[in-house]
């Protein structure tokens, strides 16, 4: 791991962490079984065509993990509580500090549903408009009356900030996001933000994290002294962001119910009234330990190591 530094490696990972609760997009494929120290990385993108075109010198390919059992989210008027995310990523390191990023076949996150404090009567109920009423008398069973929220990827992550990474208080990158509601009277098109206007998450460190360095051999058994891989550790650090607006709903109930979700909501919502916090994420960095010495096979080594890995 010698021709990226450690700052560079620390910022990488800071910058991650910070959104692995904020791109989810819900189930995927189950992921493949890992070896030992690989165990984390079981979705990096290691076939991509760019992770195996780096040479080790001019560019490094690395693999990102990062998860986080608990959280929040504040939209309007309505807070909703986040499960398990998993967040995975190849990176593409260069040595003047610039990275590119690879996202998984499935997509860069995985993330348990996220439940609707009092489903759709906590949305839209009670209400003297005939179509809602309607609606609200029907919400006997709690399968009907249940929404889901999932976060979902809207653009590219962008405005990356190296230098932020490693301070607290600091956007480290702006990641546009929609949230998809899900319940069968507001269809399987409910969105709050969309592609075209979507909410604009800037992830800070608000505490800094632990770090701790793991070697180990190609197949993922540790190994301290002649380990062909490296993995940085990062555990407990909290991230959030207050600074983000909010738009209104669109496309529920086939766009008749948009309106009835904003006003109980609060949507749109302006900056600042608005929140998202990350609890004691743990993020993973994993990498040849010495990339230069693979050079200029670096990227088809790591995807070499990473298959000898399975189970």
């Given at each position: 791991?010698?021709?990226?530094?450690?700052?560079?490696?620390?910022?990488?990972?800071?910058?991650?962490?910070?959104?692995?609760?904020?791109?989810?997009?819900?189930?995927?494929?189950?992921?493949?079984?890992?070896?030992?120290?690989?165990?984390?990385?079981?979705?990096?993108?290691?076939?991509?065509?760019?992770?195996?075109?780096?040479?080790?010198?001019?560019?490094?390919?690395?693999?990102?993990?990062?998860?986080?059992?608990?959280?929040?989210?504040?939209?309007?008027?309505?807070?909703?509580?986040?499960?398990?995310?998993?967040?995975?990523?190849?990176?593409?390191?260069?040595?003047?500090?610039?990275?590119?990023?690879?996202?998984?076949?499935?997509?860069?996150?995985?993330?348990?549903?996220?439940?609707?404090?009092?489903?759709?009567?906590?949305?839209?109920?009670?209400?003297?408009?005939?179509?809602?009423?309607?609606?609200?008398?029907?919400?006997?069973?709690?399968?009907?009356?249940?929404?889901?929220?999932?976060?979902?990827?809207?653009?590219?992550?962008?405005?990356?900030?190296?230098?932020?990474?490693?301070?607290?208080?600091?956007?480290?990158?702006?990641?546009?996001?929609?949230?998809?509601?899900?319940?069968?009277?507001?269809?399987?098109?409910?969105?709050?933000?969309?592609?075209?206007?979507?909410?604009?998450?800037?992830?800070?460190?608000?505490?800094?994290?632990?770090?701790?360095?793991?070697?180990?051999?190609?197949?993922?058994?540790?190994?301290?002294?002649?380990?062909?891989?490296?993995?940085?550790?990062?555990?407990?650090a909290d991230q959030g962001d207050a600074t983000f607006?909010?738009?209104?709903?669109?496309?529920?109930?086939?766009?008749?119910?948009?309106?009835?979700?904003?006003?109980?909501?609060?949507?749109?919502?302006?900056?600042?009234?608005?929140?998202?916090?990350?609890?004691?994420?743990?993020?993973?960095?994993?990498?040849?330990?010495?990339?230069?010495?693979?050079?200029?096979?670096?990227?088809?080594?790591?995807?070499?190591?990473?298959?000898?890995?399975?189970?």
């Amino acid at each position: 791991m010698r021709s990226v530094s450690n700052r560079t490696r620390v910022g990488l990972l800071a910058a991650f962490t910070a959104f692995s609760a904020l791109l989810s997009t819900g189930s995927a494929t189950a992921a493949t079984q890992l070896n030992g120290d690989w165990a984390p990385f079981d979705r990096c993108p290691v076939d991509a065509p760019a992770m195996l075109a780096a040479d080790g010198i001019n560019t490094i390919a690395t693999c990102i993990a990062s998860s986080s059992a608990t959280g929040t989210i504040t939209l309007g008027k309505t807070k909703v509580s986040t499960g398990d995310t998993d967040l995975q990523l190849g990176v593409i390191q260069r040595p003047d500090g610039t990275a590119s990023l690879v996202a998984p076949p499935e997509g860069a996150l995985t993330a348990d549903p996220a439940e609707i404090p009092g489903g759709l009567i906590g949305l839209m109920c009670p209400s003297g408009i005939p179509l809602v009423s309607g609606i609200c008398r029907q919400l006997t069973d709690n399968n009907l009356n249940r929404v889901t929220a999932t976060i979902e990827p809207a653009g590219a992550p962008r405005d990356f900030h190296m230098s932020a990474a490693f301070s607290t208080g600091e956007p480290i990158l702006t990641i546009p996001v929609r949230i998809h509601l899900k319940n069968p009277f507001l269809g399987d098109k409910c969105y709050i933000g969309t592609t075209s206007d979507p909410v604009l998450l800037k992830p800070q460190n608000v505490t800094a994290p632990s770090l701790s360095l793991q070697r180990f051999s190609a197949d993922g058994t540790p190994n301290d002294d002649e380990g062909e891989m490296g993995r940085y550790t990062f555990d407990g650090a909290d991230q959030g962001d207050a600074t983000f607006a909010v738009p209104g709903a669109s496309g529920c109930g086939a766009g008749l119910l948009d309106w009835a979700v904003n006003l109980k909501t609060g949507l749109p919502s302006a900056a600042g009234k608005n929140s998202v916090t990350l609890d004691a994420t743990t993020t993973y960095f994993g990498s040849p330990y010495d990339p230069v010495g693979l050079a200029p096979n670096e990227g088809r080594k790591l995807s070499e190591f990473w298959h000898s890995a399975k189970r």
